[in-house]
């Protein structure tokens, strides 16, 4: 069984979407929001592969230009 608070992944070729966002959403607080879009963000920034710097990720582009 998941731990409770795991973000469980689903890969594309091209794409990695929380496996709770890639299909239709029924959220109903702000909260729930807060934390999709915060799962969203992290995977975006420290995951997904951006063609546009280089085949790596924004976080990786972040600490090589520290």
Do not use: D, F
């Not at 299909?23 to 929001?33: A, F, R």
């Not at 807060?34 to 992290?42: D, M």
């Amino acid at each position: 069984m998941p731990e409770a608070g795991a973000i469980h992944l689903i890969r594309g070729e091209q794409w990695l979407v929380p496996a709770r966002i890639a299909g239709p959403l029924h959220l109903e607080t702000i909260k729930e929001v807060q934390q999709v879009a915060t799962e969203w963000l992290w995977i975006y920034n420290n995951e997904r592969l951006n063609m546009g710097i280089g085949s790596i990720t924004p976080a990786m582009k972040l600490k090589m230009a520290a």
